[in-house]
């Protein structure tokens, strides 16, 4: 059984989205979506400035397996990048919600009606054992 953070949003593409102490929004893809994909090899990211639109493809995640698009949750502008992906890609399999959050964005509007938009985490729940 996947975990999933009852403290996080989601999206219908498997990515969730935390708020920050400092209101940015940080952004990863589920445990889910990790052991879907396999071991992942390559993780590529938007460089900090970005400006990123929600529901656009903002990244990619190849795996021995395949290789997947990253979809932006919100629209926002990319203000960090988890650098360490570049060297430990497996960082996303091992520690999906922790160590391998991909980008932080701060938001072009409202952080509650952007996160209205998401999935609580009952809802994705119900998402992925519909998927399994």
Do not use: C
């Not at 589920?30 to 900090?48: K, S």
């Not at 360490?84 to 409202?110: F, H, R």
């Amino acid at each position: 059984m996947s975990e999933v953070k009852q403290e996080l949003w989601y999206t219908d593409e498997h990515e969730w989205v935390q708020r920050t102490a400092d209101g940015t929004l940080r952004i990863g893809i589920t445990d889910f979506a990790q052991h879907q994909l396999g071991d992942i090899v390559f993780v590529e990211l938007p460089g900090v400035g970005t400006t990123i639109e929600q529901g656009a493809e903002v990244g990619t995640i190849e795996s021995v397996k395949t290789v997947s698009d990253l979809f932006a949750p919100v629209a926002g502008t990319v203000m960090k990048v988890n650098e360490a992906l570049e060297s430990t890609p497996e960082m996303v399999n091992e520690s999906p919600y922790e160590k391998g959050w991909m980008i932080e964005v701060e938001l072009n509007n409202d952080v509650e009606e952007a996160v209205g938009k998401l999935l609580s985490a009952e809802q994705y729940e119900q998402l992925i054992s519909d998927e399994q």
